[in-house]
């Protein structure tokens, strides 16, 4: 694929159809991508076509444009174009381009995050089950994908009574002298102390694969005669335990198992549009299992037809995600013949891409659809209650219209140690959490528990990057409305840091909690006006108290992540010449890096790779 050249200095004083009228005269009869660029090089549409002279000519002449597509083409100040092999090459190229660009003229997935998977780690010899989100960097077997954590986390709790495979680290793992608590409530069977032979682990871990592979009949099957031949040979322990693993396998099936024998691999699709809104849910059907669903909400216009969002929406879906099989919806994409081609040939095989008229498979469609209506509903009467509560923030607060951007701040410490500053973000659509950031606290200079000088810090890292961003041209994250967690005190601290930065045009609340942090009995500070409280029964008092409280729990889960690493840190790793193999031998004579600390001199020069100096530093750095 090529890029045309950047236009001339005589093409840029050209705009809006007579730009795009004089860069469709050059344009090949050819495949490829083009973008509208606004000012600023804002990218404003990009769109795909079989022919690029075809395509944008049309814009030119204005055929078929609604008002917004017209709009757009007046806003356009320069294109770009990228030719293509073929058509379904430049379907691929768009979709990653719009992902990547997120133009604000086309159908956007929002809320895209990778999904969480089971894999089974086949780089030990005894292997590991745990779960997994992102890449597949780890080599093993991938199961997957699940609707949600809590979906993962449930079935990872099962196959662990079931299959009692290891969850635990290869660090933990190789310093284990003893079986830990999972062995004793019966999830584990303990390889890293031999309690159970790894040829005899191995089988296990097959079973668990099998499992998920949607051969649960059959697993069961065996596991039930394996239970009556104990029971016959009178080993009731043993039948009791698995009879215990048959009863949580028959759990996780009845949980999951839906249709089997008609959906073996399958995504499931169903739109439903209504007022300018749009929902699509979709449904994970893996090895004859239905392992969850979700809810999504592109952003959409009210002139995009239903062929038009579930194209945008299973392209962008799929930009970076494996394609099953068999794609499920109950709307056709616009152009799903090229889609299936495009989706086939990025896949490596043949992707079928159907819309179901009888049957099972009609079935699951309808429920999905149902599902996505409900949702949408649920959405739409959500936003006109937030549409009040934000009109009423307005009027609490003396601004001048509802905010479309709150920033709430919170810090938390114990004792000085382990400082995180919490930042989270809130508007029209409820809380914004791939906008949420936490701080580090770095300062060096600050009284441990000085939490004036902590609130001073975030804001100013915080409200020094918005700068550089509106010198740039991007205003998108500037807030209307900066609440803090504080009084008089950190309401001054902050002012003094945004009047710094010049910014002291944004909207800035304390919110001071009541006596003995009695809910409802909340003081705001507002520079210029008298503290005060709201109505105790008020849903805007109720709201602004769960913007406040969603800031405490996001604050406190980054203060508890840093906390438990810093615990996690092993004193080994600050000795120097101790590298991950000395600290792996180490651990393995003495058990553990306590033991390590009470060890003589002699003793450490007894493990492989430990000289007679590093012995001595060791044992010197316990006795600090």
């Not at 840093?562 to 600050?574: A, C, F, G, Q």
Request: proline share 4%.
């Amino acid at each position: 694929m090529t890029d045309d050249a950047v236009p001339s200095s005589a093409e840029t004083a050209l705009s809006g159809a007579a730009l795009i009228a004089d860069h469709a005269r050059r344009l090949p009869d050819s495949p490829g991508v083009y973008r509208m660029i606004g000012d600023d090089g804002e990218v404003l549409y990009v769109g795909k076509a079989r022919s690029l002279k075809k395509r944008v000519v049309q814009y030119a002449q204005g055929r078929f444009h609604t008002n917004r597509i017209a709009h757009m083409v007046d806003l356009t100040r320069a294109m770009e174009f990228a030719q293509t092999r073929t058509e379904a090459d430049a379907l691929l190229l768009e979709i990653n381009l719009i992902k990547t660009m997120k133009p604000r003229f086309n159908v956007l997935l929002r809320d895209d995050k990778s999904f969480p998977e089971i894999v089974i780690r086949r780089e030990h010899p005894a292997a590991q089950l745990r779960k997994h989100r992102g890449a597949h960097t780890i080599k093993g077997d991938y199961f997957g994908p699940f609707a949600s954590a809590g979906a993962v986390n449930r079935t990872l709790n099962t196959l662990q009574k079931a299959f009692l495979l290891r969850s635990c680290s290869d660090s933990v793992y190789e310093s284990r002298t003893r079986p830990c608590m999972l062995h004793q409530i019966r999830r584990c069977a303990a390889p890293c102390t031999g309690l159970i032979a790894l040829d005899d682990y191995g089988k296990l871990v097959e079973e668990a694969e099998a499992f998920l592979r949607g051969k649960s009949r059959a697993v069961m099957g065996r596991m039930s005669q394996e239970m009556q031949a104990a029971s016959d040979d009178l080993e009731f322990e043993r039948a009791a335990r698995l009879r215990d693993r048959i009863r949580a396998l028959s759990a996780v099936a009845a949980e999951t198992q839906v249709n089997p024998e008609s959906v073996e691999e399958a995504d499931v699709f169903a739109l439903h549009a209504e007022g300018g809104q749009a929902c699509v849910q979709v449904f994970f059907f893996r090895a004859g299992q239905n392992w969850g669903n979700r809810a999504y909400f592109p952003r959409v216009d009210k002139a995009d037809t239903d062929a038009e969002v579930m194209s945008a929406f299973i392209g962008q879906f799929y930009d970076d995600k494996p394609i099953p099989r068999q794609v499920l919806v109950n709307v056709l994409p616009h152009e799903h013949e090229l889609f299936t081609e495009a989706f086939s040939m990025k896949a490596g095989r043949k992707v079928e891409i159907a819309r179901p008229q009888r049957g099972e498979k009609k079935g699951l469609v309808d429920q999905a659809a149902l599902n996505a209506r409900e949702a949408l509903g649920r959405k739409m009467a959500e936003g006109s209650a937030q549409s009040k509560l934000l009109a009423g923030v307005a009027e609490a607060f003396g601004l001048e219209a509802p905010p479309e951007r709150i920033e709430v701040y919170d810090n938390s410490h114990i004792m000085g140690t382990n400082a995180i500053g919490g930042m989270v973000v809130a508007g029209p659509e409820g809380f914004e959490k791939n906008q949420y950031r936490k701080f580090n606290i770095k300062g060096t200079e600050l009284t441990p528990g000085d939490d004036y000088g902590m609130m001073k810090e975030v804001l100013r890292r915080r409200f020094s990057r918005l700068v550089k961003e509106e010198e740039s041209g991007d205003d998108s994250a500037r807030p209307d409305l900066v609440l803090i967690d504080g009084g008089q005190g950190q309401l001054d601290a902050v002012l003094e840091v945004m009047a710094d930065l010049g910014v002291d045009d944004i909207a800035v609340v304390g919110v001071a909690k009541g006596p003995d942090r009695d809910a409802g009995l909340e003081r705001f500070f507002i520079p210029g006006r008298t503290p005060f409280m709201l109505e105790p029964k008020s849903p805007v008092l109720y709201y602004l108290q769960r913007l406040r409280d969603e800031a405490h729990r996001f604050a406190i889960g980054a203060h508890r992540t840093r906390r438990t690493m810093e615990m996690k840190r092993n004193p080994l790793d600050e000795i120097e010449g101790v590298g991950p193999g000395r600290k792996k031998a180490l651990l393995h004579a003495f058990g553990s890096a306590r033991e390590v600390g009470k060890a003589t001199v002699e003793d450490l020069m007894k493990v492989d790779g430990v000289s007679a100096a590093l012995a001595e530093r060791i044992h010197a750095h316990f006795r600090k």
